[in-house]
């Protein structure tokens, strides 16, 4: 992964609620991967499950 792949393209705060939730967010370049909370800022006992592959939506 490079650097390229690193750059922030969106960082706003989302209140959560209990249940599924579903977040549409548009950028102007292919996001890499995306996160909850991926600057590890709250206290985590598994950060590595904080990011995931982006996949297009149908």
Do not use: W
């Not at 909370?37 to 499950?49: G, K, M, N, Q, V």
Request: glycine fraction near 6%; avoid cysteine; aromatic fraction near 4%.
């Amino acid at each position: 992964m490079g650097a390229e792949d690193q750059r922030t393209l969106y960082r706003q705060t989302h209140r959560l609620t209990s249940g599924t939730q579903e977040i549409t967010v548009t950028v102007d370049e292919k996001p890499a991967r995306a996160g909850v909370d991926p600057f590890t800022l709250l206290i985590d006992r598994e950060t590595e499950d904080n990011m995931t592959t982006v996949t297009q939506a149908e």
